[in-house]
């Protein structure tokens, strides 16, 4: 039976390679490469299972109406900083614990569990808890799931790129992406599409059902057969942490980068303003509905191009999301000032919201793969660390100006972002090839 499902797994992975010798391994050992075709589906079902869970407690969506829901409103502008910023800002520290350890996988599985039960404590504090309390549980719980997350991000690119070849880890983060957008399409249609509101009762089955899922994929990743790495230092993980930011001084090509993605920020500081210009066209629960339809679609019909247009070339990929990006927001942000805000159709945002998401989509896997690609050995997880650190910081404060600068004109906000992914584009064209 065992052998019969290796001979299944192999059979499958050939097919997704696309070549004839699918066991090309580029950057990887030979005992790793024997396990490349079992390792790349665990990682696979591990992805989707938390993409799934990610939509069920989308801050942009499921947390922000729930926190209406429980008379919580007040606290939903937290929501978006601490999901993102929560994850990010602490990963110096993080990496510099990680790299001390040759197996890396028990992070991501240990950051897995650490969610579901955040996600699990946000049921409970919905379930028993009322008004602010219930608020700033959920809110509590969030911190604990950003900073849980924070482990998953580095272990994974980390196992990622000791377990997965190079021209293989594109089209992963793609086919992950890709069924996950497909399976979220349906779950987005049944839970979101009518004008009602849902129940108290309702929220807390999501809840507990995105917790199950984080709990299965933490199963699967487990499994992953990952080869003792490389480890390095036996400091204090502070100032290791803090050391390793000479980085950004000593090495060209990775603060180059680090620029780059920071002005790739606009694709996803954008989106929120695309929902606002809507709003102000008709706050109707369908015009909600076809936005997360967007996303979700966006998602499975661009991320295996992505992917395997990243397995060619990471830095093409970022090239042509940045340039989409910048241009659906000057698109939109020059048109509503020509026209007034007066777009006659609601529609037009969605639609819009579309482009962005394939456009975000790409920037993501573009500059996840090349960040793989561009390191070897210990320093994948310095790069990820220090990158994801300083872009946490940036994006706190690039959303707080963005935030007081809407209370003026959310599409000046637009156009400003605009004008930040076409520096991007620009500094993405600079950068050198990787694969």
Known sequence: ???????????????????????????????????????FFLILGSLVLTKLGDLLISPKTVLAWLL???????????????????????????????????????????????????????????????????????????????????????????????CIPKTRRGRLGGLATTIGGSAT?????????????????????????????????????????????ETSGGGHALKEAFRSLSLLRDDAPFRHFVITRALLLCSALASPYFVLLAQKQGNNGWLLGGFLLASSLASS?????????????SR?????????????CLVIGFWNLLSDGDLRSAWFYPLAFFILSIAHAGVRLGRKTYLVDMAGGNKRTDYTSVSNTVIGLLLLVTGGISALASLISPTAVIVLLGLMGLAGTVSAVRLREVE
């Open 1 to 39: 039976m065992a052998e019969l499902q290796r001979d299944t797994t192999e059979k499958l992975y050939s097919l997704i390679a696309n070549e004839e010798d699918a066991r090309v391994c580029k950057d990887i050992s030979d005992d790793a490469c024997r396990e490349v075709p079992r390792n």
């Open 68 to 162: 209406g829901a429980v008379g919580a409103s007040g606290l939903v502008a937290w929501l978006v900083p601490i999901r993102e910023s929560g994850s990010l800002i602490p990963q110096m520290v993080i990496g510099a614990w990680v790299r001390r350890r040759p197996v890396r996988k028990w992070f991501w599985v240990g950051g897995s569990l650490g969610q579901a039960l955040s996600v699990a404590g946000m049921a409970a504090s919905v379930a028993f808890l009322d008004d602010t309390l219930a608020g700033l549980g959920v809110v509590g719980c969030l911190i604990l799931f950003s900073l849980a997350r924070g482990f998953c991000s580095v272990a994974m690119k980390d196992v990622q790129g000791k």
């Open 185 to 229: 399409v349906a779950l987005t249609v049944a839970l979101f599409w009518n004008q009602s509101d849902p129940s108290i009762i309702f929220y807390v089955t999501l809840l507990v059902l995105a917790a199950v899922l984080w709990v299965v994929a933490s199963v699967l990743f487990a499994g992953v057969d990952e080869e003792p790495g």
């Open 301 to 313: 019909v661009s991320a295996t191009v992505w992917g395997w247009m990243a397995d060619k070339s």
């Open 316 to 328: 093409q990929v970022m090239i042509r999301g940045a340039a989409l990006a910048s241009g659906v």
